[in-house]
């Protein structure tokens, strides 16, 4: 306890002061930094003043620590080159500079090389308006007329995006972007073609594709979406051929024929019919089946099934037998609208393992020209493909018949082809069919399958190779590994070719009279020259006799290009050739590849096959994969037009027509909301999301002024108290400091962006603000300016600001060099500065963690809040007016009061009586914020307010009560710890007497 203070010194205390004079003598904060971030204001020039050259100087920097190569190789997956930055992109693109960011800090050199996907439909079909109006003298000028817009497009919205992605504060080499219509770029897809082309795997193959109708392009399974469509579904009957044992079978019944009954939902791909397909593991019988007209006929159906067809088809069954596989498999069956090939023969039955019982009748209708399954099984059994009798714009053609000529298969040609069956007589039933049907992923347009001549590449030598390789992949989430796997699983070929002008060109020449395609090394090398001198555009503009090599000028006439471009995937999946390697090294690798869940199927699977078949190994291209969801809004729905809840990333930071609706929250903002985010699963945003993120990034703000403030008279050199002088109280706000770092650091390093947010939030809100801020003060501004126990805690606060900066670098950039800055007596926004990010990462000193005493003073701040909450029932039963003014008496169990004196906080020979300013170290009084505190006294105030809980943290009951101290108030530091009302405190006493209270 410290001696009373004698009557001279407070009588001269209280000459130095009067009332008002009080606050002259506290150490206040003290701080230009502005309380509001004023982000559309400052945030530009925070990002010309510190971010300038950052990016450049990091790698020269950090790249001569690690001995001249890169240690983090971020690769950007080339966002498409057409339409306006948007929330999505936000997402994407701040992820990867999160990561970047926090590698920088780690003192890793990082190579971020933004890209552009330049290539490829959507483009072109806003440059094809140049076709309108006016006339080419051929398609070769029309083509290039429709690539130089197509071109112009791209640039324009490369300039918009690039502009967007440099707001939102991404560092990257924006001086030297790939883009894929770079001719240095398309001469490296080319050069990897070739590669692939001399180890036999570029074939060319007429096979049913993915068609587009809308498009009048071939698409890969990559192109696809999956929308709920409405089909129209068919029952028909084939007749079975007479004859066999199937005939023997019938007379034993006293029939003469039957039919086999088949189920499709593709009504329109009938005339193309070539065989019926069975599983000879499935059960089929013959049935004797009635319509409700009477009429009976014997038909053969799976067995499993057949309740379900006569449901469905309104049919009743009189009789029904067993009919062996075998027995189908030879007697081959009569086709129906017999009009593909005029072939009125008999056709084959096939045995087909991909015939189930799930759902139809278990015989499948097999048209070759439009089913992939259908082609593989005709052509393992010799049946002839026949020629596609629809056309690129989905419309049939004269094979089909003059009924079918030009209507399109989708609409009016597959309702005739309905009308021809009713008409022939072997419609059995007809139904709309509701399932997921597979669409143009850029024009929201539904496909077909159709068998063309085009390029392919042949997976089948590879697979297992590109399996093999996924196994030294880290995938985030870890799900993201199986679902690559089920995709790859199911392919053996890549048709890359597409018949659009928009494109890295297929470099092939065809002879004009046998159609024989001609490419070679030698050719393909020749090509590549040009291409990189000129880009592709010399296939359009060069002769045929300049593209080809100088050994077969003299033949050029013999030949003609063609014409067909490279899918837009073999574009991009050759960016880890054309970019990482061609930059960084030949044997370089990105250490992450970061995209939405879409590109499992896109660019993730098209550069591992590229890789994969490139190096002839099991090498992917990347060591970890990340992947995001999508935007949704606060109800969970995605963003559409129709719906108009779309959120622009422009809006946010720079708000709307309407600021009280949509402010203006800046940069830091944006990110700190995708930071928050989980992002493997989809992200929400809305109004009220984005208020709260405000609300977290407004305490972080606040909190960081408060540091600066309170640190103003400190310098770390010279004012430091060390670990050991410290009150137990700092050690354990560095304890949790020190846990906030190691769970923090964590998280970045395995990208959960969220979880190192919620971190620094909780240090923030429960240590900081919530309980050592609320102590803190009282030392900070009313002790001596150069005490111990000030600058233990501006030691502790020190350390706090200095590793949350870094903390929140990765996302709320402007704000970390904010508080970086300012903290260095620099404010960035007026004057160029250095960046945090190159001062490294922060790390917990040796001796901060220490679990025994963190348990204890966990257990004193559980007893904070609940002293805190009688309190508040006592203001309302109008005991107390604050807690400044009250008197608490706690009973406590054992533990409870061991731990109380174990803190240093309560006097070691366990005095019951720690009325304030009796100590310098803290008492109770200090860390509960009252009046005075009584501990395991038994007698019980009249007028106080009892608050009691049974079990408190394991320890047992404790008991609150609270009443009114009467004590006066230190005008000075309003304690109410005085015996009068004129009275200052011991304490403020013997500061002002010291003459020594304001900090310089």
Same mark, same amino acid.
């Given at each position: 306890?410290?001696?009373?203070?004698?009557?001279?010194?407070?009588?001269?205390?209280?000459?130095?002061?009067?009332?008002?004079?009080?606050?002259?003598?506290?150490?206040?904060?003290?701080?230009?930094?502005?309380?509001?971030?004023?982000?559309?204001?400052?945030?530009?020039?925070?990002?010309?003043?510190?971010?300038?050259?950052?990016?450049?100087?990091?790698?020269?920097?950090?790249?001569?620590?690690?001995?001249?190569?890169?240690?983090?190789?971020?690769?950007?997956?080339?966002?498409?080159?057409?339409?306006?930055?948007?929330?999505?992109?936000?997402?994407?693109?701040?992820?990867?500079?999160?990561?970047?960011?926090?590698?920088?800090?780690?003192?890793?050199?990082?190579?971020?090389?933004?890209?552009?996907?330049?290539?490829?439909?959507?483009?072109?079909?806003?440059?094809?308006?140049?076709?309108?109006?006016?006339?080419?003298?051929?398609?070769?000028?029309?083509?290039?007329?429709?690539?130089?817009?197509?071109?112009?497009?791209?640039?324009?919205?490369?300039?918009?995006?690039?502009?967007?992605?440099?707001?939102?504060?991404?560092?990257?080499?924006?001086?030297?972007?790939?883009?894929?219509?770079?001719?240095?770029?398309?001469?490296?897809?080319?050069?990897?073609?070739?590669?692939?082309?001399?180890?036999?795997?570029?074939?060319?193959?007429?096979?049913?594709?993915?068609?587009?109708?809308?498009?009048?392009?071939?698409?890969?399974?990559?192109?696809?979406?999956?929308?709920?469509?409405?089909?129209?579904?068919?029952?028909?009957?084939?007749?079975?051929?007479?004859?066999?044992?199937?005939?023997?079978?019938?007379?034993?019944?006293?029939?003469?024929?039957?039919?086999?009954?088949? =189920?499709?939902?593709?009504?329109?791909?009938?005339?193309?019919?070539?065989?019926?397909?069975?599983?000879?593991?499935?059960?089929?019988?013959?049935?004797?089946?009635?319509?409700?007209?009477?009429?009976?006929?014997?038909?053969?159906?799976?067995?499993?099934?057949?309740?379900?067809?006569?449901?469905?088809?309104?049919?009743?069954?009189?009789?029904?037998?067993?009919?062996?596989?075998?027995?189908?498999?030879?007697?081959?069956?009569?086709?129906?609208?017999? #009009?593909?090939?005029?072939?009125?023969?008999?056709?084959?039955?096939?045995?087909?393992?991909?015939?189930?019982?799930?759902?139809?009748?278990?015989?499948?209708?097999?048209?070759?020209?439009?089913?992939?399954?259908?082609?593989?099984?005709?052509?393992?059994?010799?049946?002839?493909?026949?020629?596609?009798?629809?056309?690129?714009?989905?419309?049939?053609?004269?094979?089909?018949?003059?009924?079918?000529?030009?209507?399109?298969?989708?609409?009016?040609?597959?309702?005739?082809?309905?009308?021809?069956?009713?008409? /022939?007589?072997?419609?059995?039933?007809?139904?709309?069919?509701?399932?997921?049907?597979?669409?143009?992923?850029? !024009?929201?347009?539904?496909?077909?399958?159709?068998?063309?001549?085009?390029?392919?590449?042949?997976?089948?030598?590879?697979?297992?190779?590109?399996?093999?390789?996924?196994?030294?992949?880290?995938?985030?989430?870890?799900?993201?590994?199986?679902?690559?796997?089920?995709?790859?699983? !199911?392919?053996?070929? =890549?048709?890359?070719?597409?018949?659009?002008?928009?494109?890295?060109?297929?470099? #092939?020449?065809?002879?004009?009279?046998?159609?024989?395609?001609?490419?070679?090394?030698?050719?393909?090398?020749?090509?590549?020259?040009?291409?990189?001198?000129?880009?592709?555009?010399?296939? =359009?503009?060069?002769?045929?006799? /300049?593209?080809?090599?100088?050994?077969?000028?003299?033949?050029?006439?013999?030949?003609?290009?063609?014409?067909?471009?490279?899918?837009?995937?073999?574009?991009?999946?050759?960016?880890?050739?054309?970019?990482?390697?061609?930059?960084?090294?030949?044997?370089?690798?990105?250490?992450?590849?970061?995209?939405?869940?879409?590109?499992?199927?896109?660019?993730?699977?098209?550069?591992?096959?590229?890789?994969?078949?490139?190096?002839?190994?099991?090498?992917?291209?990347?060591?970890?994969?990340?992947?995001?969801?999508?935007?949704?809004?606060?109800?969970?729905?995605?963003?559409?037009?129709?719906?108009?809840?779309?959120?622009?990333?422009?809006?946010?930071?720079?708000?709307?027509?309407?600021?009280?609706?949509?402010?203006?929250?800046?940069?830091?903002?944006?990110?700190?909301?995708?930071?928050?985010?989980?992002?493997?699963?989809?992200?929400?945003?809305?109004?009220?999301?984005?208020?709260?993120?405000?609300?977290?990034?407004?305490?972080?703000?606040?909190?960081?002024?408060?540091?600066?403030?309170?640190?103003?008279?400190?310098?770390?050199?010279?004012?430091?108290?060390?670990?050991?002088?410290?009150? /137990?109280?700092?050690?354990?706000?560095?304890?949790?400091?020190?846990?906030?770092?190691?769970?923090?650091?964590?998280?970045?390093?395995?990208?959960?962006?969220?979880?190192?947010?919620?971190?620094?939030?909780?240090?923030?809100?429960?240590?900081?603000?919530?309980?050592?801020?609320?102590?803190?003060?009282?030392?900070?501004?009313?002790?001596?300016?150069?005490?111990?126990?000030?600058?233990?805690?501006?030691?502790?606060?020190?350390?706090?600001?200095?590793?949350?900066?870094?903390?929140?670098?990765?996302?709320?950039?402007?704000?970390?060099?904010?508080?970086?800055?300012?903290?260095?007596?620099?404010?960035?926004?007026? /004057?160029?500065?250095?960046?945090?990010?190159?001062?490294? =990462?922060?790390?917990?000193?040796?001796?901060?963690?220490?679990?025994?005493?963190?348990?204890?003073?966990?257990?004193?701040?559980?007893?904070?809040?609940?002293?805190?909450?009688?309190?508040?029932?006592?203001?309302?039963?109008?005991?107390?007016?604050?807690?400044?003014?009250?008197?608490?008496?706690? #009973?406590?169990?054992?533990?409870?009061?061991?731990?109380?004196?174990?803190?240093?906080?309560?006097?070691?020979?366990?005095?019951?009586?720690?009325?304030?300013?009796?100590?310098?170290?803290?008492?109770?009084?200090?860390?509960?914020?009252?009046?005075?505190?009584?501990?395991?006294?038994?007698?019980?105030?009249?007028?106080?307010?009892?608050?009691?809980?049974?079990?408190?943290?394991?320890?047992?009951?404790?008991?609150?009560?609270?009443?009114?101290?009467?004590?006066?108030?230190?005008?000075?530091?309003?304690?109410?710890?005085?015996?009068?009302?004129?009275?200052?405190?011991?304490?403020?006493?013997?500061?002002?007497?010291?003459?020594?209270?304001?900090?310089?």
């Amino acid at each position: 306890m410290r001696p009373a203070v004698r009557p001279q010194v407070l009588a001269a205390a209280r000459s130095l002061c009067t009332a008002n004079d009080y606050q002259a003598t506290l150490n206040l904060p003290r701080t230009n930094f502005p309380m509001r971030a004023d982000a559309v204001s400052r945030e530009p020039k925070i990002r010309q003043n510190v971010m300038t050259g950052l990016y450049d100087r990091q790698r020269k920097e950090l790249r001569q620590k690690d001995g001249g190569g890169p240690a983090f190789i971020l690769h950007d997956g080339p966002p498409f080159a057409n339409g306006q930055p948007h929330i999505g992109h936000a997402v994407n693109k701040i992820l990867k500079d999160m990561m970047c960011r926090y590698k920088m800090m780690r003192g890793d050199a990082v190579s971020f090389v933004p890209g552009w996907d330049c290539h490829g439909l959507p483009i072109e079909l806003l440059a094809d308006r140049v076709r309108r109006g006016n006339t080419f003298d051929s398609p070769e000028e029309a083509a290039k007329a429709v690539r130089a817009k197509a071109r112009s497009i791209a640039q324009g919205a490369i300039a918009e995006q690039r502009e967007a992605f440099q707001q939102w504060g991404v560092l990257a080499d924006w001086e030297n972007p790939y883009m894929t219509m770079d001719p240095s770029y398309e001469a490296a897809q080319l050069a990897l073609f070739a590669e692939m082309h001399e180890q036999g795997l570029i074939v060319q193959g007429f096979k049913p594709v993915f068609w587009s109708p809308s498009s009048r392009s071939a698409l890969a399974e990559a192109e696809l979406e999956y929308h709920d469509h409405v089909s129209q579904a068919v029952y028909v009957r084939f007749p079975l051929a007479p004859g066999g044992e199937l005939a023997g079978q019938l007379s034993r019944r006293g029939a003469e024929r039957a039919a086999a009954l088949s =189920w499709t939902t593709t009504p329109w791909t009938l005339p193309a019919n070539r065989a019926l397909a069975i599983n000879p593991r499935l059960d089929y019988v013959l049935a004797e089946v009635a319509a409700s007209n009477g009429e009976s006929e014997w038909v053969v159906c799976c067995k499993d099934l057949l309740p379900t067809v006569l449901e469905k088809c309104g049919l009743t069954c009189s009789a029904q037998e067993p009919v062996a596989a075998a027995a189908l498999l030879e007697s081959g069956y009569l086709p129906v609208l017999g #009009v593909a090939g005029g072939d009125e023969g008999p056709r084959p039955i096939l045995d087909a393992n991909y015939v189930t019982k799930e759902t139809g009748t278990g015989i499948v209708h097999t048209a070759p020209a439009h089913g992939v399954e259908d082609f593989g099984t005709c052509t393992r059994h010799g049946v002839e493909i026949g020629a596609s009798m629809v056309d690129g714009a989905g419309r049939f053609t004269s094979l089909a018949g003059a009924a079918l000529e030009g209507r399109n298969v989708l609409t009016d040609g597959n309702a005739t082809v309905i009308d021809s069956l009713t008409d /022939e007589g072997v419609l059995v039933h007809h139904e709309s069919y509701e399932h997921r049907y597979p669409y143009d992923w850029r !024009t929201r347009k539904p496909v077909i399958l159709r068998a063309t001549e085009q390029w392919f590449v042949d997976l089948t030598p590879v697979m297992r190779d590109a399996m093999d390789a996924l196994e030294d992949v880290k995938m985030i989430p870890v799900s993201g590994k199986d679902r690559l796997k089920g995709m790859l699983g !199911t392919r053996s070929d =890549w048709c890359i070719s597409r018949q659009r002008s928009w494109g890295v060109p297929i470099p #092939v020449f065809y002879d004009i009279h046998t159609g024989e395609a001609l490419m070679t090394q030698e050719t393909m090398k020749h090509v590549v020259d040009l291409v990189r001198e000129h880009g592709t555009d010399c296939w =359009w503009s060069l002769s045929t006799k /300049e593209l080809l090599p100088p050994s077969l000028a003299e033949t050029s006439n013999r030949y003609r290009r063609g014409y067909d471009t490279m899918d837009v995937w073999f574009d991009s999946g050759s960016s880890w050739r054309a970019v990482v390697q061609e930059r960084e090294g030949s044997q370089a690798t990105a250490d992450v590849y970061l995209e939405g869940s879409d590109q499992h199927r896109g660019w993730f699977q098209s550069s591992l096959l590229t890789s994969v078949v490139s190096q002839r190994s099991a090498v992917a291209p990347y060591h970890c994969v990340v992947t995001h969801g999508f935007v949704v809004d606060g109800n969970g729905h995605k963003m559409s037009k129709s719906l108009k809840n779309g959120v622009d990333p422009r809006v946010v930071i720079e708000g709307g027509k309407n600021l009280k609706l949509e402010p203006a929250y800046g940069t830091d903002l944006l990110r700190t909301w995708v930071a928050s985010s989980t992002y493997t699963n989809d992200i929400s945003i809305g109004p009220e999301i984005l208020k709260l993120t405000f609300e977290h990034l407004r305490r972080i703000r606040n909190t960081g002024r408060f540091l600066l403030g309170n640190l103003s008279d400190f310098d770390i050199d010279r004012d430091e108290v060390l670990l050991e002088k410290m009150t /137990e109280l700092d050690r354990f706000v560095l304890h949790a400091l020190a846990q906030t770092i190691d769970e923090a650091t964590l998280a970045y390093d395995n990208h959960q962006f969220g979880k190192a947010t919620a971190a620094v939030n909780t240090f923030v809100n429960q240590y900081l603000n919530g309980f050592f801020f609320e102590v803190a003060k009282d030392r900070l501004y009313l002790e001596n300016a150069a005490s111990v126990t000030r600058r233990s805690a501006q030691t502790v606060m020190h350390y706090a600001l200095e590793a949350m900066t870094r903390l929140i670098a990765p996302f709320a950039v402007h704000l970390a060099e904010e508080l970086h800055s300012f903290r260095r007596g620099v404010d960035p926004s007026e /004057e160029a500065s250095s960046s945090v990010l190159l001062e490294g =990462w922060t790390e917990p000193r040796a001796g901060w963690v220490d679990t025994e005493m963190a348990t204890r003073w966990e257990d004193v701040r559980a007893l904070r809040r609940l002293v805190f909450r009688a309190i508040e029932d006592a203001k309302v039963a109008e005991v107390v007016k604050s807690g400044s003014e009250a008197e608490i008496h706690l #009973v406590v169990p054992t533990t409870v009061f061991e731990t109380l004196k174990n803190t240093g906080i309560m006097p070691p020979d366990a005095v019951t009586d720690t009325t304030a300013g009796e100590c310098l170290n803290y008492s109770l009084t200090d860390v509960f914020l009252c009046a005075e505190i009584r501990v395991n006294e038994d007698k019980v105030e009249q007028g106080c307010h009892i608050f009691a809980e049974d079990n408190f943290r394991g320890h047992g009951s404790i008991e609150v009560q609270v009443s009114k101290t009467e004590q006066f108030k230190c005008p000075r530091c309003w304690r109410h710890i005085c015996h009068t009302s004129m009275d200052l405190c011991p304490r403020c006493t013997t500061v002002l007497h010291d003459g020594n209270s304001q900090a310089p």
